[in-house]
């Protein structure tokens, strides 16, 4: 059966991932020296190798590129400048979801020798599940993918349900059963994830990451107000009859926003991994709202389209260039929150 959710748009068109992908890389370059610092401080070569010259670096949730090969040179960079009495060489292993589009991502890689220095191989699966061999990985980072669930929280299309999210796409603005909801799916997904990288990560090896967070739990993330937007264009189009009531009930959008108390009780409950660093990061920018609907297709359209089919997410997607002017602000404030976090397999 066909994953519910989708990847990134791939390909290098108008609406790709690749083209429409600024917010994600501006959230990466935010923590790049904190990425290079961390493996300064925090990485003993001599003990994580032993005998080995591969060193093993793994994206989790890539997408199709570019940002990842810029957060793979960083973390290479940072680990060739360390002291080390043998050659090194690198790995890297891309992960996405299986309908990621790994034939652009390997098409657009840099070329080997010259401007990749690297041997690169995709591992196609969810990475809430076992990826790589027991410690066979020494730096596994991923940026902004962790804020994706496993699957819509259990409840959410069920009438009669207490968190029956009926005429709604997220949490955001919804009742209190429906983030709990949310919430407790995130949980389960973070024990999961955790779970598989401690016997993936080698001992002394790091877990890097970046993801969106809230300041607090009653605090909105930005782009959640994206979400009601394209919530109020399906609803918009329930009331002229193009679309039926019980396809915007049955749909909901798997992305969470946790709060930054939350990651940091969910992290300290995993005994594996000491707590290196975990910082708040600010992302500021503005973008104008059509570039943030361009955004939002790149990263939703396919999730969109396996529910509603992909008729009427271009319809949803029209509506929603003409009516940007209801976007709150002409030029939205994308500024965010984020959290940068590093961690060490014991
Ligand atoms: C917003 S994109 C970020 C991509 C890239 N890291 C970047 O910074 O540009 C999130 C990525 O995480 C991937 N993803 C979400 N859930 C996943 C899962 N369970 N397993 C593997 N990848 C996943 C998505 O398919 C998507 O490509």
Same mark, same amino acid.
């Given at each position: ?39 300064? #401080? ?157 016997? #993936? ?66 992290? #300290? ?78």
């Amino acid at each position: 059966m066909a994953e519910s959710i989708s990847p990134m748009n791939g390909g290098s068109g108008t609406y790709s991932y690749a083209r429409n992908s600024t917010w994600q890389r501006n959230g990466a370059l935010i923590v790049e020296d904190a990425v290079k610092e961390a493996v300064a #401080e925090s990485l003993d070569l001599a003990k994580l190798l032993c005998e080995s010259n591969t060193f093993v670096v793994a994206d989790l949730g890539c997408s199709v590129g570019p940002n990842t090969f810029y957060a793979m040179e960083t973390i290479i960079g940072a680990v060739q400048q360390l002291k080390c009495d043998r050659s090194l060489e690198f790995q890297v292993a891309f992960n996405d979801r299986v309908g990621n589009d790994f034939n652009t991502l390997f098409a657009s890689l840099p070329e080997h020798g010259r401007n990749r220095n690297y041997f690169a191989a995709a591992v196609a699966g969810s990475f809430y599940g076992r990826l790589f061999p027991s410690s066979s990985v020494h730096i596994a980072y991923s940026s902004a993918s962790l804020n994706w669930l496993s699957k819509v929280p259990e409840g959410l299309t069920a009438e009669g349900s207490p968190a029956w999210n009926a005429a709604k796409i997220h949490y955001s603005g919804s009742s209190d059963a429906v983030a709990r909801a949310y919430e407790d799916q995130f949980e389960e997904d973070m024990e999961v994830f955790f779970r598989c990288r401690a016997q #993936e990560i080698a001992a002394g090896g790091l877990r890097l990451f970046n993801m969106a967070v809230v300041p607090s739990k009653d605090v909105q993330h930005r782009i959640a107000s994206l979400f009601t937007f394209i919530e109020s264009i399906l609803i918009d189009m329930v009331k002229e009859g193009v679309l039926a009531q019980e396809r915007v009930d049955s749909f909901n959008i798997p992305i969470v926003f946790p709060w930054v108390e939350q990651v940091r009780r969910l992290l #300290e409950k995993n005994k594996c991994f000491e707590i290196v660093k975990m910082e708040k990061v600010e992302i500021a920018g503005k973008r104008d709202s059509k570039t943030s609907v361009m955004h939002i297709r790149a990263g939703l359209e396919g999730t969109l389209s396996n529910h509603f089919g992909s008729e009427i997410v271009e319809q949803v997607f029209e509506r929603a260039i003409q009516q940007q002017h209801n976007l709150q602000v002409k030029h939205i404030d994308i500024s965010s929150t984020g959290i940068f976090v590093v961690l060490r397999r014991n």
